[in-house]
Nanobody, 117 residues
Framework: QVQLVESGGGLVQAGGSLRLSCAAS????????MGWYRQAPGKQRELVAD???????NYADSVHGRFTISRDNTTNTVYLQMNSLKTEDTAVYSC???????????WGQGTQVTVSS
């Protein structure tokens, strides 16, 4: 019912910046949360940041102050601006969407972010 298309990943030097985008389409819940998880080799998937349709944000301690999540409700797109990137930020980043009373969480295909020293 919901399709998520991610873009913006790539290779960047430590200290650099990337901007990830996730465009949602389909049967989008009017009240929802969208955000980003990441998974690095040998580690479990962890929440990076999320944002509600009302604009309330949440960040992992490891990215607070460096990353900014935002959304455009007119286009159903969520963004993750990543600044001051560190090598430990290297991971596959995946976008998700979940309605307030949903039974199902929808996921994007994932985009690789690699930060080199």
């Amino acid at each position: 019912q919901v399709q998520l298309v991610e873009s913006g990943g790539g290779l960047v030097q430590a200290g650099g910046s990337l901007r990830l985008s996730c465009a949602a389409s389909g049967s989008i819940a009017s009240i929802n949360t969208m955000g980003w998880y990441r998974q690095a080799p040998g580690k479990q998937r962890e929440l990076v940041a999320d944002i509600t349709s009302g604009g309330v944000t949440n960040y992992a301690d490891s990215v607070h102050g460096r990353f900014t999540i935002s959304r455009d409700n007119t286009t159903n797109t969520v963004y993750l601006q990543m600044n001051s990137l560190k090598t430990e930020d290297t991971a596959v980043y995946s976008c998700y969407h979940v309605g307030s009373w949903a039974h199902v969480t929808y996921w994007g295909q994932g985009t690789q972010v690699t930060v080199s020293s």
